[in-house]
């Protein structure tokens, strides 16, 4: 069971994004100050009543995956952050603390159906050097581990942001037991608002049995990609309650402050 285990948070170490991973302290830190220009709060309402009862965008048909992604690109479009969000100490602390993720879906739709205004297109996604992998992960309400999709439907995945340590760390308490994966972030130089994370922290903490450490697996990552870059989430969306995110595999995340903002 040790070594299933292990496998498979390897296999999410080679291929993860910053929130795509096989789980995701929770020490919350209330933000003092908001970087988005101006807070949707007529769609932050329209869009937490989409997502409820989808299981984390599970049982999300293709109607509401639909109407989601029109709403978060008009949330992105008309209340987009700061683009010194990352860079300035004191609207990072916006972004600072506790989210909890409450939907998680491909960017895109498998039938086509979503308008051209309602695409979102990464720039510069696989960053360069850092050879970043891009491929799209299809599974909703599901986070990635390397291929293989964990399920977060019954489950709600955490991620933290230290902005004063530059950390971002995620859990997720899976069947085997919590699973949690960090490490440090930078500011992309191509997209402000665009974190690159290098991953350093990997930790099965078993149901029964002991906590397995196997951070040392992303080293080896690192020597073969390169770069210790191995994934990034970019903030498109970002109020006092309400955060939308963009990740390098194509999946896009909708997390709140509050743990139950949404009916599951």
């Known amino acids: 069971m040790m070594w299933k285990s292990a496998l498979l948070v390897f296999a999410a170490i080679n291929h993860a994004d910053a929130f795509n991973l096989p789980g995701i302290t929770n020490i919350f830190k209330p933000p003092t ?3 988005s220009r101006k807070p949707n ?5 329209l869009l937490l009543q989409a997502i409820s009862n989808t299981g984390n965008g599970k049982n999300a048909d293709i109607e509401t995956q639909a109407r989601v992604l029109s709403i978060v690109r008009r949330m992105e479009t008309s209340s987009a952050p700061s683009p010194t969000l990352l860079s300035n ?3 990072a602390k916006a972004l600072d603390g506790d989210w909890y993720l409450q939907y998680t879906a491909p960017s895109e739709i498998d039938d086509g159906g979503v308008s051209a205004d309602d695409k979102w297109v990464a720039v510069e996604a696989s960053e360069g050097e850092s050879n970043i992998e891009t491929r799209q992960f299809g599974n909703a309400g599901s986070v990635s581990g390397g291929g293989i999709p964990v399920d977060a ?19 997720i308490q899976t069947g085997i037991g919590l699973v949690t ?9 191509t997209v402000p608002l665009r974190a690159l994370v290098a991953f350093d ?3 099965i903490a078993l149901d029964i049995g002991p906590t397995i450490d196997i951070s040392f697996l992303f080293d080896i990552r690192a020597a073969i990609k390169g770069s210790k870059n191995a994934g990034w989430v970019e903030t498109t969306y970002l109020s006092p309650d309400v955060r939308i995110g963009r990740g390098n595999k194509g999946s ?13």
Not at 41 to 45: C, K, M, P, S
Not at 181 to 189: E, R
Not at 252 to 264: K, P
């Open 33 to 35: 100050t908001a970087a």
């Open 41 to 45: 709060t007529n769609d932050e309402q």
């Open 89 to 91: 100490p004191e609207e």
């Open 153 to 171: 439907s019954s489950n709600t995945a955490l991620q933290i942001f230290d902005m004063e340590n530059t950390r971002v760390t995620n859990e």
């Open 181 to 189: 994966v960090g490490g440090t972030f930078s500011q992309s130089t």
């Open 201 to 203: 922290t990997a930790k």
């Open 252 to 264: 896009l995340f909708v997390l709140t402050r509050d743990g139950d903002a949404v009916t599951a």
